[in-house]
């Protein structure tokens, strides 16, 4: 699939197409093995933080459960909160992270079996109904947990400024602008969003660019 991805983006986009060129072969691979529940619960973890505190904070609530790879949702249920709020996450993604467990026990976070037989947009308007999960959050699970080939993140800041620098714009592409314009990438547009994210790990004028947290 990636080589006509990639074919097709560079066929659709003279622009894209540079990009690929300097970035080289897509490195995009899903991490499959993941349920959904830990999908979610791991994106909203993430959220809003750089990528090494965001782990260091996952990484102290899974040591909350030792022994376990991570938490059953009875387990994050059973946990008091206090202990959450220990390993760092905020009252917010505390909030969120028990309403994901809970929707997981009650059937609307579907299993790993059942998720792979929904459409992107089913996916989406089921997972979206729980606390603390938008768009952004689905759009990861698609993208990194199912492999979804044609996801844009439009809501994403790293495809937007991604987007900015590789077409040349001096402010962020608005929302209805970057899908527009990704009508083009169909029905490869997750192939394009991570092309966009290493844009920003791309040099400038022969000078590294500031880390930028990533994918």
Known sequence: M????????????KIMA?????????????RRRRSPFEALVQSVAYQQLN?????????????????????????????PDELLRGAGLSRSKLAAIKDIA???????????????????????????????????TVHMLLMFKLGRPDILPVSDYGVRKGFAVTYGLKDLPTHDELLAHGE??????????WYLWR???????GKSRPATPTP
């Open 2 to 13: 990636s080589e006509a991805a990639l074919h097709h983006l560079s066929r659709s986009d």
């Open 18 to 30: 540079r990009l690929i060129a300097r970035v080289g072969p897509c490195a995009w691979k899903p």
């Open 51 to 79: 990528g090494t505190a965001a782990a260091t904070i996952f990484g102290r609530v899974k040591a909350l459960y030792p022994g376990k790879p991570f938490p059953t949702p009875a387990d994050l249920i059973a946990t």
């Open 102 to 136: 809970a929707h997981t026990l009650s059937g609307v976070v579907p299993t790993s079996r059942a998720i792979i037989r929904l459409s992107d947009d089913e996916i989406l308007a089921r997972l979206t109904t729980i606390r603390g999960v938008g768009p952004w």
């Open 184 to 193: 083009r990438w169909r029905p490869y547009r997750s192939f394009a969003a």
């Open 199 to 205: 844009a920003l790990e791309l040099p400038v004028n």
